[in-house]
């Protein structure tokens, strides 16, 4: 299996640790014989060898700090 990736993350403020902070993910799977099949027979992936994943994530931290 060879995987491709793009993970592009956007911040809300200065610096990595800002939040909240939006991150997207996409992944490329491209898979030969052998890794389609350990899919189950039934299974509609058996037969693909591109496999596109979309993901989205959102992190925020909250301070117990600012909490009065």
Do not use: C
Not at 7 to 15: E, Q, R
Not at 26 to 51: C, G, H, I, N
């Amino acid at each position: 299996i060879w995987k491709f990736s793009v993970l592009p993350a956007f911040t809300f403020g200065p610096g990595m640790y800002s939040r909240p902070q939006i991150r997207l993910n996409y992944t490329l799977s491209v898979q030969d014989d052998a890794a389609r099949r350990l899919y189950a027979v039934d299974d509609p992936l058996r037969s693909k060898e591109l496999v596109h994943f979309l993901g989205i994530a959102v992190e925020w931290w909250f301070s117990s700090s600012s909490y009065q």
